[in-house]
């Protein structure tokens, strides 16, 4: 909602300035910019080219996720080891939630191999839910069900883990 009111505030303030949103992947869209298709991406989770201009303009957490019937609801946090050791129900490799938890996970040499893998988060969702595994993911993507207590939120001990979005320019060098 708020970035429909900045996109009407832009195009009032500069009526005369075309203004086109592509909604891409992270490769596709930096793909663009390098081609000068694009003049501006905003991008969740990381692209590495010097020919970039990257700045953070926001970041979020991203929790562990149980069911409130999982015997890890009744408590505030769980280690790492007990983390890997549990049915995970994770987004598809190169999703910007999942390049963070693993990226987090690869640091300190874990590795996991998910029971679920899914591109839509809503089924992660549901699995948790329904109490076949827990995963990763930002509060906002669960506000509802935590509110309704059908969810329960937890932190891995000594681990945080905070995801980025980020701001890219072409460098007119």
């Known amino acids: 909602e708020q970035d429909k009111i900045k996109i009407k505030k832009f195009k009032k303030v500069y009526p005369e300035t075309p203004l086109k949103i592509q909604i891409d992947s992270a490769a596709a869209i ?20 010097e020919n970039l201009i990257k700045t953070i303009f926001s970041s979020y ?15 505030k946090s769980i280690s790492i080891e ?18 963070c938890l693993d990226n987090v996970l690869a640091g300190k040499d874990i590795f996991v191999a998910p029971s679920w893998t899914s ?5 992660l969702i549901q ?4 109490n076949l595994g ?19 939120k937890l932190f891995i001990e000594n681990i ?3 995801n980025k979005m980020y701001k890219f320019l072409r460098n007119k060098t």
């Open 30 to 49: 930096e793909k663009m910019l390098l081609n000068n298709t694009i003049d501006i991406a905003l991008i969740e989770g990381g692209v590495h080219n």
């Open 61 to 75: 957490e991203l929790s562990v996720i149980c069911s409130s019937h999982h015997p890890f609801s009744k408590r």
């Open 82 to 99: 007990e983390l890997i050791k549990e049915d995970l129900l994770l987004r598809e490799k190169g999703s910007a939630i999942r390049d």
């Open 119 to 123: 591109t839509n988060s809503q089924a």
């Open 127 to 130: 699995g948790v839910k329904n």
């Open 134 to 152: 827990i995963t990763v993911l930002p509060d906002i993507l669960v506000a509802n069900e935590l509110e309704k207590k059908e969810l329960k």
């Open 160 to 162: 945080k883990l905070n």
